[in-house]
């Protein structure tokens, strides 16, 4: 959305004295330009989000696949603008609101997301045994449990960039959901009108999904952890610094954002609109119009598309919580180690940064937790609960987040001398903003009926 023109010919500041990284920027092949933005957007199709789309095709069919054209910019502009705010200021969403704005407005949002993460990543976690004992049999607590403590240990104990090609190549796991809906016959004049020609009916429950759809796709999550990873980038390379004490390195670190996030939510964007496809070709078509979570769905294609899609539909379930759980926790511990001005970051070794592991690891087990009987039993917070508390938490942290990104983009103690944004990734920033606001009361206006 940018048009990479910051006026950095104009930047007065002296070249740093190493190689020049605009050099060796432009030699990176297109797959090594590809990180936090392909990891953050591959994210967002984890197992609740599988389980949201999953249901909007069974529910609506065809009538909700154009949401993902509407969601693709918006998502893009508001994801662009975080990973620009962590490249120029070296810092996160969490340390750059401490520094620059209240503690009324970073504690709430903080705790909040917190919270909303911590549900997501149970919800995720118990996903996944479940698609794993469907798939070979066994108890489903089990594998859930296998599934978090692993998630912990690679974070903990893997390098950064051992631990950010994992969750690169895992990405390709979505494809799955792709390789699916090849594997049933598609009407594709009827699918791409209703892309293309939106039919949009004005009942609650029409509206409710719509919502969702919308929390599940732009989350506050995202935006912390992909800010947080510019910082990670900056410290993994030595060649690199934050913009605003390198600005030489601006043209080319702008033109590799822009790429990296625009690859990223296009590619979480269609297999979204690929998921909504593939259930409404065969649960709608079939008359299954209810799921409460992404398992069921992969269980309901079982006798409907056959076995290979069923298998493939699952792979894609615990591969993308694999990737998505670890983002979640890492998020949240950014979050919290920046606002308490703890170190942070997964280049780090756990004894130099034991506050942010620390609530990685322990939003992951309590994530867990929430899958035990006795603590459903008595929270009362099945899977479906969980995905729609998640979605609403989301959506509160989510409108005033994006308000003061926006403000920071033109915050000259925050941005240095690059206040100066492209029109287009200005309107569309604002735009998702007052999307996502209307959403946001929409919702509370519905949840009463």
């Known amino acids: 959305m940018s048009d990479g023109s910051e006026s950095v010919s104009a930047l007065s500041a002296p070249p740093r004295p190493r190689t020049l990284p605009q050099q060796s920027g432009r030699r990176k092949g297109f797959f090594a330009k590809l990180g936090p933005g392909i990891i953050t957007g591959a994210s967002d199709d984890d ?12 529910r609506f069919g065809y009538s909700l696949l154009w949401t993902m054209v509407l969601c693709l910019p918006l ?7 975080s990973a620009r705010i962590g490249r120029i200021t070296g810092r996160g969403l969490a340390g750059n609101i401490r520094r620059h704005y209240p503690r009324w407005i970073l504690y709430p949002v903080i705790l909040l997301l917190v919270l909303a993460n911590t549900i997501n990543i149970g919800a995720d976690i118990g996903a996944m045994g479940d698609a794993t004992a469907s798939l070979i049999g066994g108890p489903a607590l089990l594998y859930a449990a296998a599934f978090a403590i692993l998630c912990v240990v690679i974070q903990i104990f893997a390098s950064y960039p051992r631990c950010a090609s994992v969750l690169k190549w895992l990405t390709i796991v979505l494809f799955s959901y792709v390789a699916t809906v090849f594997c049933v016959h598609v009407p594709w ?3 791409l009108l209703a892309t293309i020609r939106p039919s949009i009916h004005l009942d609650s429950e029409y509206l409710a999904m719509f919502i969702a759809i919308l929390g599940t796709t732009i989350s506050p999550y995202l935006f912390f952890w992909q800010a947080s990873q510019e910082t990670e980038e900056i410290r993994a390379n030595a060649d690199e610094q934050s913009l605003k004490r390198a600005p ?15 690859v990223g939510m296009t590619f ?12 409404a070709v065969t649960l709608h078509a079939h008359g299954i119009t209810h799921l409460d979570t992404s398992s069921q769905a992969a269980d309901a294609l079982r006798p409907l598309a056959g076995r290979f899609t069923f298998v493939l539909f699952t792979i894609g379930i615990v591969g993308t919580g694999l990737l998505a759980v670890p983002v979640l926790a890492g998020s949240a511990a950014y979050a919290v180690g920046e606002a308490m001005k703890w170190p942070t970051g997964l280049d780090r070794k756990p004894l130099d940064a034991k506050g942010f592991y620390a609530v990685l690891a322990v939003a992951t087990l309590i994530g867990l937790t929430l899958n035990f009987p006795v603590v459903e039993h ?14 609403v938490i989301n959506g509160v942290v989510a409108v005033p987040l994006m308000i003061v990104m926006m403000l920071m983009c033109h915050n000259k103690s925050v941005m240095g001398q690059f206040t100066r944004i492209s029109k287009p990734l200005r309107f569309m920033g604002w735009v998702a903003t007052g999307v996502m606001t209307l959403a946001m009361a ?7 009926k």
């Not at 929409?442 to 009463?448: I, K, Q, R, Y």
Request: aromatic share 12%.
């Open 189 to 191: 004049r009827e699918a």
């Open 47 to 58: 197992p609740s989000g599988i389980g949201t789309y999953s249901q909007a095709g069974a």
């Open 442 to 448: 929409g919702l509370f206006l519905t949840l009463g």
């Open 268 to 279: 979480s964007n269609m297999v979204a609109f690929f998921i909504i496809l593939s259930a």
């Open 378 to 391: 008595y929270t009362h917070l099945t899977p479906i609960k969980a995905l729609f508390w998640s979605a």
């Open 75 to 81: 998502m893009a502009a508001a994801q662009e603008i």
């Open 248 to 262: 030489e390195q601006a043209r080319d670190q702008f033109e590799r954002i822009r790429l990296d996030t625009y």
